[in-house]
C-alpha cells in the first residue's frame, strides 16, 4: 500500500462516518429521503460556488450548498404545508427542478469551468488525494481528509451534547416539544448537519452515493438491534467496512471507488436482510410459519375438547371437518403429538392430560381477551415449537 | 438558431421533428401514466425504478456484448421490475418504512449500476460508447425505432386504461372496496406497477436515470390542481407531460449547450409552479383572495353588529348616532364606513352614521344568529 492508497481508504472511511451518525436520524425519523433530495438539489449552490471560488473545498462554497441544502428542506415543507400535494411528491418536485437549474448552469459555462456533471453526479474519491492541504508550509494531507474530518468531529460534539434531545424528539416528538425542545429547531438542526455532510461528502461519492452513505449502513444496523447508541455504532461499523472493501473491490474490478463501495453496501444489507437473527427475511418467514403452525394447532386442540363423540374425533373426519390441507393436517398432528397434547388409539385422536391443561388454560385467555397471555403459556407447555 | 428558427426547421429536419415527436409522446405517456401513480401515493417509486434499472442496462449489454436498445431497454425493465418486488419486500417483512425502502434501492442499485459501468468502460470495448448517456439521457439519440416503440406502449397503455378504467379507479380510491367486491387488486396493482416501470424504462435514454422521475411527477402533480375528476386530470397530465416535452426539446435545440433532459424536466415544473399559484380552485393566489374576502366581511359584519348593539338602545333605530360612539370598535376606519354605505345598510355623514332599514334587518338577523351560537 502505498500513502495515496492509505489516504483514501482513509478519506472514504472518515466520509462514510460522517454520513452514517445523521443518517441514523433520518432513518428512524422517517426521513431518508429527504437525503436524496438534498444531495441533489445542492447542485445549484456548489455550481454557484464554484463559478466564485473554483475550489470544492473552499469554506464558501461549502456555506452555499449547505444553505441550498436547507432551502430544499424549507421548500419542500412548504410546498407541503399548502395542501397542495403529498410530502413525498413535494420532495420528487422540488430537488430534480433544483438539480435541472444545477445542471443548466454547467452546461452553459462548460467551456470556461472546469465543473463536470459526471464527477459532481458521481464523485471521484481517486483524486482526492492530489488536493492537499499545506499549512505553515508543511504538507498535512488532503483536503477534503481535513473538510470531512471536521464536519465528522462536529457532528460527533453535536450528538454527545444534543444525544438526549435528538433521542427523545425521534421516538416521541410530541412529549419531546411539550418539554420544551423546540421541534422546528432539532429538525433544521439536523437537515444543516445532514445538508453539511453531505457538501463535504459530495466530492468523494458525489450526489448520489451520499444516499447510500446515509441510509444503507443505518438500514442494515437498525435490523440487528433496537437500541439507538449500538445501532449508531454498527451503522459506523458498517460504513467503515464497506469503505475499506469497497476500495479494494475497485482496486482488484478497476472501476469506480464509489460504485464499489455501494455495492459492498448492497451485498452486507442483503445479508443482513436475509439472515439476521430476529428481523431478517429467514427469521420473519420462519416466525410467520411457526406463529401459523402454532395458531392451527390451538384451533385443533379446541376443536378436539369440544367434541366428545368418538365419531367427530377421527382423523379423517378432522380433515374434512376443519378443512385443512393434508400438509397442514399432518404437520399440525405431529406437533401435537411431540408435545404430548394428544394421543391417537386406532385413528381417534384424544387429549393427553397435559393437553387437556394447555386447551383450558388457552380457552381462559380467549375467552378473557387476554390473548398475550398465550405466548407466555406457550413456553410454559411447549417441548418443540412450530 | 433561436425558436422561430427551430419552428420552421422542423418541417424540414427530419431527425429534428423525430426528437420533438420521441420527447411529446413520452412526456403525454409519462403524464398519462403518472397520474396514477401519485394518486397511489407512490410519487417516488418512480425515481428507485428509474435508479434500479441502471444496472440492468449494464448487465444487459455485458450479456449481450453490443449496445441494441431492445436487449439494454430488455435489462432494465428487469432490474426495475426486481427493484420494486425487493422495495415491497423490505416493506413487509421487516419494519423499514417505505422511504428507507426507496432509498435503499435507489441507491444501492444505482452504485452497482455504476461499479458496472465503469468496469465496462475499462473494457476496451468500443461498443460502450455512449452507455452513459443513460446516466442524463440525450434526446438527440432518438431514432424513428425509438418512437415506434413508444408509440406501441402508448398505445398498449391507453387500451389498458381504457379496458380496465373502472378497475383502477376503485383500487386507486377506495382499495379496500375494490377488495371487498372480489377484484384481484393485487394483480391489477401490479399490472399498473409494470406499465409505469416500462415507462420509465422508456424514458431513461432521452431524460436519463436522475430525473426521470420528475417526468411522471410533475404532469400529474400540476394536472391534479385543476380539477378533482380523475379522466380530466388525466387527460392534463398527458397534456402536459407532452407539452414540457415538446418545449423542453424545443428550448435545448434552440440554444447550444442546453441539455435536453434538464430543460425538459424545467418546463414541467414551471407548469407546476403555474398551477400551484393559479389553479382556480385550489391555487395559493385564489386561495389567498378568498381568505381576504372573508375576512373583510367578518370586519364589516362585526362593525354592523356593533352599531346595531347602539341603535336599538334608542326609541328610533334610524336615528343618528356620532362617529365616536364607535371609538371604542377597534376595527373601526373610515374604508368600514364607506363599503357598508356602498351596500346600503348605513347613512354615513360627516360626523355621523344612521342605519337604514336594510341595515338594521341584516343586524337584527346577525345578532340573533350571534345570541343563538352563545
Given at each position: 500500500?502505498n500513502?495515496?492508497?492509505?489516504?483514501i481508504?482513509?478519506?472514504?472511511?472518515?466520509?462514510?462516518?460522517?454520513?452514517?451518525?445523521?443518517?441514523?436520524f433520518?432513518?428512524l425519523?422517517?426521513m431518508?429521503?429527504?437525503?436524496?433530495?438534498?444531495s441533489?438539489?445542492?447542485l445549484?449552490g456548489?455550481?454557484?460556488?464554484?463559478?466564485?471560488?473554483h475550489?470544492?473545498n473552499?469554506?464558501?462554497?461549502?456555506?452555499?450548498?449547505?444553505?441550498?441544502?436547507?432551502?430544499?428542506?424549507f421548500?419542500?415543507?412548504?410546498?407541503?404545508?399548502?395542501?397542495?400535494?403529498?410530502?413525498?411528491t413535494?420532495?420528487?418536485?422540488?430537488?430534480p427542478?433544483?438539480?435541472?437549474?444545477?445542471?443548466?448552469?454547467i452546461?452553459?459555462?462548460?467551456?470556461?469551468?472546469?465543473?463536470d456533471?459526471?464527477?459532481v453526479?458521481?464523485g471521484?474519491?481517486?483524486?482526492?488525494?492530489?488536493?492537499?492541504?499545506?499549512?505553515?508550509g508543511?504538507?498535512?494531507?488532503?483536503?477534503?481528509?481535513?473538510?470531512?474530518?471536521?464536519?465528522?468531529?462536529i457532528?460527533?460534539?453535536?450528538?454527545?451534547?444534543?444525544?438526549?434531545?435528538l433521542?427523545?424528539?425521534?421516538?416521541d416528538?410530541?412529549?419531546?416539544?411539550?418539554?420544551g425542545?423546540?421541534p422546528?429547531?432539532?429538525?433544521?438542526?439536523?437537515?444543516?448537519l445532514?445538508?453539511?455532510?453531505?457538501v463535504?461528502?459530495?466530492?468523494?461519492?458525489?450526489?448520489?452515493?451520499?444516499?447510500?452513505?446515509m441510509?444503507?449502513p443505518?438500514?442494515?444496523a437498525y435490523?440487528?438491534?433496537?437500541?439507538?447508541r449500538k445501532?449508531?455504532?454498527l451503522s459506523?461499523?458498517?460504513?467503515i467496512?464497506?469503505?475499506?472493501?469497497?476500495?479494494?473491490?475497485?482496486?482488484?474490478?478497476?472501476?469506480?471507488?464509489?460504485?464499489?463501495?455501494?455495492?459492498?453496501?448492497?451485498?452486507l444489507?442483503?445479508?443482513?436482510?436475509?439472515?439476521?437473527?430476529k428481523?431478517?427475511?429467514?427469521?420473519?418467514?420462519?416466525q410467520?410459519?411457526q406463529?401459523?403452525?402454532?395458531?392451527s394447532?390451538?384451533?385443533?386442540?379446541?376443536?378436539?375438547?369440544?367434541?366428545?363423540?368418538a365419531?367427530?374425533?377421527?382423523i379423517r373426519?378432522l380433515r374434512?371437518h376443519?378443512?385443512?390441507?393434508d400438509?397442514?393436517?399432518?404437520?399440525?398432528?405431529?406437533?401435537?403429538?411431540?408435545?404430548?397434547f394428544?394421543?391417537?388409539?386406532n385413528g381417534?385422536?384424544?387429549?393427553t392430560?397435559?393437553g387437556?391443561?394447555?386447551?383450558k388454560?388457552?380457552?381462559?385467555y380467549?375467552?378473557d381477551?387476554?390473548?398475550d397471555?398465550?405466548?407466555?403459556?406457550?413456553?410454559?407447555?411447549?417441548?418443540?415449537?412450530? | 438558431?433561436?425558436?422561430?428558427?427551430?419552428f420552421?426547421?422542423l418541417?424540414?429536419?427530419y431527425?429534428?421533428?423525430?426528437?420533438t415527436?420521441?420527447?411529446?409522446i413520452?412526456g403525454?405517456?409519462?403524464?398519462?401514466?403518472?397520474?396514477?401513480?401519485?394518486?397511489?401515493?407512490?410519487s417516488?417509486?418512480?425515481?428507485?425504478?428509474?435508479h434500479?434499472?441502471?444496472p440492468?442496462?449494464?448487465?444487459?449489454?455485458?450479456i449481450?456484448g453490443?449496445?441494441?436498445?431492445?436487449?439494454?431497454?430488455?435489462?432494465?425493465?428487469?432490474?426495475?421490475?426486481i427493484?420494486?418486488?425487493?422495495?415491497?419486500?423490505?416493506v413487509?417483512?421487516?419494519?423499514l418504512?417505505?422511504?428507507?425502502?426507496?432509498?435503499?434501492?435507489?441507491?444501492?442499485?444505482?452504485?452497482?449500476?455504476?461499479?458496472?459501468?465503469?468496469?465496462?468502460q475499462?473494457?476496451?470495448?468500443?461498443?460502450?460508447?455512449?452507455l452513459d448517456?443513460?446516466?442524463?439521457?440525450?434526446?438527440a439519440?432518438?431514432?424513428a425505432?425509438?418512437v415506434?416503440?413508444?408509440l406501441?406502449v402508448?398505445?398498449?397503455s391507453?387500451?389498458?386504461v381504457?379496458?380496465?378504467?373502472?378497475?383502477?379507479?376503485i383500487l386507486?380510491?377506495?382499495?379496500?372496496?375494490?377488495?371487498?367486491?372480489?377484484?384481484p387488486?393485487?394483480?391489477?396493482?401490479?399490472f399498473?406497477?409494470?406499465?409505469?416501470?416500462?415507462?420509465?424504462?422508456m424514458?431513461?435514454?432521452?431524460?436519463?436515470?436522475v430525473?426521470?422521475?420528475?417526468?411522471i411527477?410533475?404532469?400529474?402533480?400540476?394536472?391534479?390542481q385543476?380539477?378533482?375528476?380523475?379522466w380530466i386530470?388525466?387527460?392534463?397530465a398527458?397534456?402536459?407531460?407532452?407539452l414540457?416535452g415538446?418545449?423542453?426539446?424545443?428550448?435545448?435545440?434552440?440554444?447550444s449547450?442546453?441539455?435536453?433532459g434538464?430543460?425538459?424536466?424545467?418546463?414541467?415544473s414551471?407548469?407546476v409552479?403555474?398551477?400551484?399559484i393559479?389553479?382556480?380552485?385550489?391555487?395559493?393566489?385564489?386561495?389567498?383572495?378568498?381568505?381576504?374576502k372573508?375576512?373583510?366581511?367578518?370586519?364589516?359584519?362585526?362593525?354592523?353588529?356593533l352599531?346595531?348593539?347602539?341603535?336599538?338602545?334608542?326609541?328610533n333605530?334610524?336615528?343618528p348616532?356620532?362617529?365616536?360612539?364607535?371609538?371604542?370598535?377597534?376595527?373601526?376606519?373610515?374604508?368600514i364606513?364607506?363599503?357598508?354605505?356602498?351596500?346600503g345598510?348605513?347613512?354615513?355623514?360627516?360626523?355621523s352614521?344612521s342605519?337604514?332599514?336594510?341595515?338594521?334587518?341584516?343586524?337584527?338577523?346577525?345578532?340573533n344568529?350571534?345570541?343563538?351560537?352563545?
Amino acid at each position: 500500500m502505498n500513502n495515496a492508497q492509505i489516504e483514501i481508504q482513509l478519506i472514504a472511511a472518515l466520509v462514510a462516518v460522517a454520513c452514517a451518525l445523521p443518517g441514523t436520524f433520518l432513518v428512524l425519523r422517517k426521513m431518508a429521503l429527504i437525503t436524496d433530495a438534498i444531495s441533489h438539489a445542492i447542485l445549484p449552490g456548489i455550481v454557484l460556488g464554484f463559478f466564485i471560488t473554483h475550489d470544492l473545498n473552499a469554506p464558501l462554497l461549502i456555506v452555499m450548498a449547505t444553505l441550498t441544502g436547507v432551502l430544499t428542506v424549507f421548500l419542500v415543507s412548504y410546498t407541503q404545508k399548502t395542501g397542495l400535494v403529498k410530502e413525498d411528491t413535494a420532495i420528487g418536485l422540488i430537488f430534480p427542478a433544483l438539480f435541472s437549474i444545477g445542471v443548466i448552469m454547467i452546461a452553459l459555462r462548460a467551456n470556461d469551468v472546469h465543473l463536470d456533471v459526471d464527477a459532481v453526479l458521481l464523485g471521484e474519491i481517486a483524486f482526492a488525494p492530489f488536493d492537499r492541504l499545506v499549512w505553515l508550509g508543511v504538507d498535512v494531507g488532503p483536503k477534503s481528509m481535513w473538510v470531512v474530518g471536521i464536519v465528522l468531529f462536529i457532528s460527533i460534539l453535536i450528538l454527545k451534547f444534543f444525544f438526549k434531545e435528538l433521542k427523545l424528539s425521534t421516538f416521541d416528538p410530541g412529549l419531546s416539544a411539550s418539554l420544551g425542545f423546540s421541534p422546528v429547531l432539532l429538525h433544521y438542526g439536523l437537515m444543516t448537519l445532514t445538508s453539511v455532510t453531505t457538501v463535504v461528502s459530495f466530492e468523494a461519492v458525489g450526489a448520489i452515493l451520499v444516499v447510500a452513505l446515509m441510509i444503507a449502513p443505518a438500514a442494515t444496523a437498525y435490523l440487528l438491534t433496537k437500541d439507538l447508541r449500538k445501532m449508531l455504532f454498527l451503522s459506523a461499523f458498517f460504513g467503515i467496512l464497506s469503505a475499506i472493501a469497497g476500495y479494494w473491490l475497485a482496486h482488484v474490478l478497476d472501476a469506480s471507488i464509489a460504485g464499489s463501495i455501494t455495492t459492498i453496501l448492497g451485498i452486507l444489507f442483503l445479508g443482513v436482510y436475509l439472515f439476521s437473527p430476529k428481523k431478517g427475511w429467514i427469521a420473519v418467514w420462519y416466525q410467520q410459519k411457526q406463529q401459523k403452525l402454532e395458531v392451527s394447532l390451538i384451533t385443533f386442540l379446541l376443536h378436539i375438547h369440544n367434541h366428545d363423540l368418538a365419531s367427530e374425533r377421527h382423523i379423517r373426519h378432522l380433515r374434512e371437518h376443519i378443512n385443512w390441507h393434508d400438509v397442514t393436517a399432518n404437520a399440525v398432528l405431529k406437533l401435537a403429538q411431540r408435545n404430548n397434547f394428544i394421543n391417537i388409539e386406532n385413528g381417534l385422536v384424544s387429549l393427553t392430560d397435559k393437553g387437556l391443561a394447555f386447551t383450558k388454560q388457552a380457552i381462559t385467555y380467549i375467552m378473557d381477551n387476554h390473548t398475550d397471555g398465550i405466548e407466555s403459556m406457550k413456553q410454559k407447555f411447549f417441548l418443540f415449537r412450530g | 438558431m433561436n425558436l422561430q428558427h427551430y419552428f420552421q426547421q422542423l418541417s424540414t429536419d427530419y431527425t429534428l421533428l423525430i426528437i420533438t415527436l420521441g420527447t411529446g409522446i413520452l412526456g403525454g405517456l409519462c403524464g398519462f401514466l403518472g397520474s396514477f401513480a401519485v394518486l397511489k401515493k407512490q410519487s417516488l417509486l418512480g425515481d428507485a425504478i428509474s435508479h434500479a434499472a441502471l444496472p440492468g442496462i449494464c448487465l444487459a449489454f455485458l450479456i449481450a456484448g453490443v449496445k441494441d436498445t431492445h436487449w439494454l431497454l430488455l435489462g432494465a425493465l428487469v432490474s426495475g421490475i426486481i427493484g420494486t418486488v425487493w422495495i415491497q419486500g423490505i416493506v413487509s417483512r421487516t419494519y423499514l418504512k417505505q422511504d428507507t425502502a426507496l432509498g435503499l434501492i435507489l441507491s444501492l442499485f444505482f452504485g452497482f449500476g455504476l461499479l458496472l459501468l465503469t468496469f465496462i468502460q475499462k473494457m476496451d470495448n468500443a461498443n460502450q460508447a455512449g452507455l452513459d448517456k443513460y446516466l442524463f439521457g440525450q434526446a438527440a439519440t432518438l431514432m424513428a425505432q425509438d418512437v415506434q416503440i413508444m408509440l406501441w406502449v402508448s398505445l398498449i397503455s391507453l387500451f389498458a386504461v381504457l379496458l380496465f378504467w373502472k378497475e383502477f379507479k376503485i383500487l386507486l380510491f377506495d382499495i379496500e372496496y375494490a377488495k371487498t367486491i372480489g377484484l384481484p387488486t393485487k394483480y391489477i396493482d401490479i399490472f399498473l406497477t409494470s406499465l409505469i416501470v416500462l415507462v420509465i424504462v422508456m424514458g431513461l435514454q432521452t431524460v436519463g436515470v436522475v430525473l426521470m422521475s420528475a417526468l411522471i411527477l410533475a404532469p400529474a402533480a400540476a394536472a391534479r390542481q385543476w380539477t378533482n375528476k380523475l379522466w380530466i386530470m388525466v387527460l392534463l397530465a398527458t397534456l402536459f407531460g407532452a407539452l414540457s416535452g415538446i418545449s423542453g426539446t424545443a428550448l435545448s435545440a434552440s440554444y447550444s449547450q442546453m441539455p435536453t433532459g434538464p430543460v425538459i424536466v424545467l418546463s414541467a415544473s414551471v407548469i407546476v409552479l403555474f398551477s400551484f399559484i393559479f389553479s382556480p380552485k385550489r391555487g395559493i393566489l385564489m386561495r389567498e383572495i378568498r381568505f381576504r374576502k372573508s375576512r373583510r366581511a367578518i370586519k364589516l359584519n362585526k362593525a354592523l353588529s356593533l352599531m346595531y348593539r347602539i341603535a336599538s338602545k334608542h326609541e328610533n333605530v334610524l336615528a343618528p348616532h356620532g362617529k365616536r360612539m364607535l371609538n371604542d370598535f377597534k376595527g373601526y376606519s373610515n374604508v368600514i364606513f364607506k363599503k357598508l354605505e356602498q351596500q346600503g345598510l348605513i347613512n354615513y355623514r360627516q360626523n355621523s352614521w344612521s342605519l337604514t332599514e336594510k341595515g338594521f334587518e341584516k343586524a337584527a338577523n346577525l345578532y340573533n344568529q350571534l345570541g343563538k351560537d352563545e
